[in-house]
């Protein structure tokens, strides 16, 4: 990604002003000086025989495709406490094409909306007896994009398949390969969403700008929502799957993820970038996509989050408020055993960060001077146009 940045250059930004702003500016410019001397680095050596290397800095920034396998790491140790013994449910709540312009010009209100929405839509129905009459616990991931980087709100939950009962003296499970129903979740998705966008339109803090500013008018947008009521939005729900020793390696596709990985990237050339993408309308094939280098990064730009906005966050007995006291419950309740949570510790103990293995002999590599910028360009090589 950094190639790609460095290959448009700064004109990207002139042929772009109508739309590029600072933040744009600022996670480009991240991306380019992420782990380079410019953001300076440390010296490791090797506890056993002493081999030493120079590490740069990354720049931490939460859309930097490179900055995301630490943090996921992190995570993921994280959450290994908080994983009970029982399967779970992946459901996935999408936005209608239709919203997705009103959710580019209003990013902090849709989305909080979406994660709201959502998350009391699969709370109403866990709750009614007649599905599973129980109160559940998940976590929602927030993603903006399809597999040709194109804007797709949609949100991530994972969830425990069973809950509380309301009185907290038993667990609940679902049935074996069945959650909550669909069609249910579906409209009452759509019912809190739309309510919520009414509320925020009253409130005045929607934003309509170039071909949306007609809806600013309370007539127009009203019989645009009615629009929205006349088809069921999407939510897809896959069968309960196994249990805390799956639940990690499925996470880990899921969480920190940009819009679009190293990975993918397969080739720049004559101002066009190439990459991979996966058509789920074909069986998931695999396809290759060619785009001109400046609509790459605008399609890539469009994913940028709002300053301070939670993009993973966690909902029932998972919540801030509630984690503390249900979730032992929940552990005591479902009779985990001493030795799994001993296990989960451990495995947790067994990943420290900040700690990486000598490329010689296998130990382990320590920090043992820290590097600032000035100091690695004295130390680097005299670039190649300069030199004699």
């Known amino acids: 990604m950094a190639d790609i940045i460095r290959y448009a250059g700064y004109g990207f930004a002139e042929r772009s002003h109508r739309w590029i702003n600072g933040q744009h500016l600022k996670v480009l410019d991240a991306i380019t000086r992420c782990r380079t001397a410019a953001l300076g680095g440390h010296r490791d050596q090797c506890a056993d025989c002493g081999h030493t290397a120079i590490s740069y800095n990354s720049c931490r920034n939460r859309h930097c495709p490179r900055c995301q396998g630490n943090a996921r790491l992190r995570w993921l140790q994280q959450r290994e406490r908080e994983l009970l013994s029982t399967r779970y449910v992946h459901a996935v709540f999408t936005l209608p094409r239709a919203l997705a312009p009103l959710a580019l010009q209003n990013k902090r209100v849709l989305y909080s909306l979406l994660f709201r929405a959502s998350a009391e839509a699969l709370q109403q129905v866990a709750r009614d007896p007649r599905h599973l009459g129980a109160e559940i616990g998940f976590f929602s991931v927030l993603h903006t994009w399809n597999q040709r980087l194109q804007h797709h709100p949609h949100v991530h939950c994972v969830i425990a398949a069973g809950g509380l009962a309301p009185d907290h003296l038993r667990w609940i499970a679902s049935r074996r390969s069945f959650f909550l129903p669909i069609k249910v979740l579906s409209r009452i998705f759509r019912g809190k969403f739309l309510a919520g966008l009414k509320a925020a339109?009253?409130?005045?803090?929607?934003?309509?700008?170039a071909h949306l500013a007609s809806l600013a008018e309370p007539r127009s947008f009203a019989?645009?929502?009615?629009?929205?009521?006349?088809?069921?939005?999407?939510?897809?729900?896959?069968?309960?799957?196994g249990g805390p020793e799956?639940?990690?390696?499925?996470?880990g596709a899921y969480t920190h993820r940009v819009g679009i990985?190293?990975?993918?990237?397969?080739?720049?050339g004559d101002?066009?970038?190439?990459?991979?993408?996966?058509d789920s309308a074909h069986s998931n094939r695999k396809r290759i996509m060619k785009l001109p280098v400046d609509e790459f990064l605008r399609r890539f730009l469009l994913h940028?989050?709002?300053?301070?906005?939670?993009?993973?966050r966690n909902f029932g007995f998972l919540a801030n408020r509630q984690r503390a006291t249900l979730l032992p419950l929940c552990f005591g309740l479902l009779q985990t055993s001493a030795q799994i949570s001993t296990s989960t510790t451990s495995s947790a103990a067994d990943h420290p960060h900040s700690l990486w293995n000598c490329p010689v002999c296998g130990a382990t590599m320590h920090?043992?001077?820290r590097l600032s910028a000035a100091q690695?360009?004295?130390?680097?090589?005299?670039?190649?146009?300069?030199?004699?």
Not at 223 to 241: E, G
Not at 246 to 251: D, P
Not at 261 to 268: I, K, V, W, Y
């Open 246 to 251: 799956h639940v990690l390696r499925y996470l």
């Open 271 to 278: 101002g066009q970038v190439s990459f991979r993408w996966r």
């Open 367 to 369: 920090v043992v001077e």
């Open 223 to 241: 019989a645009w929502l009615r629009c929205l009521y006349r088809h069921d939005w999407v939510v897809y729900s896959k069968p309960p799957f």
């Open 201 to 209: 339109f009253r409130e005045g803090k929607l934003e309509f700008h």
């Open 261 to 268: 990985s190293n990975g993918r990237l397969l080739a720049l």
């Open 304 to 312: 940028l989050l709002p300053r301070g906005f939670v993009r993973i």
């Open 376 to 388: 690695l360009l004295l130390r680097s090589p005299p670039l190649q146009e300069y030199a004699a």
